[in-house]
């Protein structure tokens, strides 16, 4: 039988092999450059670029060898850029770091992501040497090119890190739908103005935005479907607005007051972060009001921080008008002092379908006080406990990561298979390298022995 070693993929029509290119990861499809000066072409033709420099200077490396790697990686840039091939762009991802030495290479390419009809068009300029976890206020080191806002029809999305804006010239985007918005000053007024103007937006992102005095978008209704408040500075921790498109909401910082108004056949899903807290206050209420305000979400993520408060404010055994959760994720420690508010979320889930336990993420406050007098949290698991509806009629999966084997993880689970009437599986995935083989075999022979329940349960430990 004879074989053949024609390069079937090139016969393809180019419109096709271009398709093929757009699924791939840019540094991945510019390196089929080399193949052939037809696949060159098509590589220079491709609508998606992105130009990280984080793909070149890598932080553990010596100042020498990142100063010639952003050489490169600058040249690079200029070369790609001139021998581009095609008629239009479509995403455009400039990531680069002290912009003010590269100025003029960084306007360079934001003109030519406009001139070529740019819809997404994502700018970060920010220092990957920042911490995100730090209330620091750092200024932005770009402004967006003054050209851009005459492009401002063909846009659809934008994202501005490290990248200050004019708020008039802004008004120009009549056509986004997506907006990021990341370590620049930002005021209130500014964003009301952009929401009421640019009518479009439905994604709202805020990343590290400071000098804000609050989130305060009062009474009218905004268009938003997705909703990110990622750890910024407020003055007053408010956050009050309606949403009644709202499907996903993201909110990372500090305890305040909440009023939002949402519909409850739209809201899909919420994560709250309270993991910047510096310290454990009483604030159950507070936190108590959100989670009320955002009851109708199908799938909720919480931090430890709102397991340890949530239970400390005058409701400490449920939400009154009970959750629509149907998947909850808890990020947690499974430490005694964040079992109250475990318990408190599973009482207010009647019809809670899947839980996910993600253990090693928070910290445990010293200055925790338990929500009843005279309850142990040492031994929680061994005192008496009313089973939570949903373990009863519900639940029917739980998943487990990071499974270390501590007494009070193998407690919850005995307590979980125990009294869950309708689980169906039970996953266990233990923390990679911190078990050694005996031990997970200890895991097993103890999950094979615990009374279940269901008799349709599954229990898988890996």
């Known amino acids: 039988m004879r074989t053949s070693n024609t390069d079937m993929l090139s016969l393809l029509p180019d419109s096709v092999l271009l398709l093929i290119l757009s699924m791939l990861p840019f540094k991945e499809a510019v390196k089929t450059s080399v193949l052939s000066k037809p696949w060159m072409k098509i590589c220079h033709s491709m609508e998606n670029i992105e130009f990280n420099e984080l793909s070149f200077v890598k932080q553990g490396e010596s100042d020498e060898a990142k100063k010639e790697h952003r050489r490169v990686f600058l040249n690079f840039i200029t070369n790609w850029i001139s021998n581009f091939q095609g008629s239009f762009v479509n995403k455009f991802i400039l990531n680069v770091s002290d912009p003010a030495t590269c100025r003029h290479i960084m306007e360079q390419c934001v003109k030519f992501a406009t001139q070529h009809g740019v819809k997404d068009l994502r700018l970060d300029f920010s220092d990957p040497k920042w911490d995100e976890n730090e209330w620091v206020e750092h200024d932005a080191l770009m402004k967006l090119p003054e050209h851009v806002y005459g492009h401002g029809s063909s846009l659809e999305a934008i994202k501005l890190h490290s990248c200050s804006f004019s708020m008039p010239k802004f008004l120009n ?263 050694e083989e005996e031990k997970l075999r200890l895991v097993r022979r103890f999950c094979t022995v615990i009374p279940k329940a269901s008799n349709k349960l599954k229990i898988s430990v890996a």
């Open 173 to 435: 985007f009549g056509a986004l739908k997506d907006v990021s918005l990341g370590w620049i000053e930002l005021n209130i007024k500014t964003l009301k103005t952009m929401l009421s103007s640019c009518k479009m937006i439905e994604n709202l992102t805020l990343k590290k935005c400071w000098n804000m005095e609050d989130f305060y978008l009062g009474d009218n209704n905004v268009g938003l479907k997705r909703l990110v408040i990622d750890k910024c500075q407020f003055q007053y921790e408010y956050l009050v607005f309606k949403a009644q498109s709202l499907k996903y909401f993201k909110y990372s910082g500090g305890v305040g007051f909440s009023e939002i108004n949402v519909l409850s056949s739209v809201i899909e899903e919420v994560e709250i972060d309270y993991s910047l807290m510096p310290d454990f206050s009483e604030c159950g209420d507070q936190i108590y009001k959100l989670v009320e305000d955002l009851s109708a979400c199908r799938v909720l993520t919480v931090c430890s921080f709102l397991l340890q408060a949530i239970p400390s404010g005058e409701e400490s055994v449920k939400v009154q008008c009970c959750l629509n959760i149907r998947h909850l994720i808890m990020k947690t420690r499974m430490h005694p002092y964040e079992m109250f508010g475990f318990m408190f979320l599973l009482n207010s889930s009647p019809v809670l379908e899947k839980l996910t336990i993600e253990i090693g993420h928070g910290k445990i406050f010293e200055s925790y006080e338990p929500p009843f007098q005279g309850f142990n949290t040492d031994k929680f698991w061994q005192q008496p406990l009313i089973t939570p509806v949903c373990l009863k009629k519900a639940v029917k999966v739980v998943e487990i990561k990071g499974f270390r084997g501590t007494e009070n993880e193998l407690l919850a689970v005995k307590y979980i298979v125990e009294n869950g009437k309708v689980l169906e599986e039970v996953s266990i995935n233990m923390m990679y390298g911190n078990l």
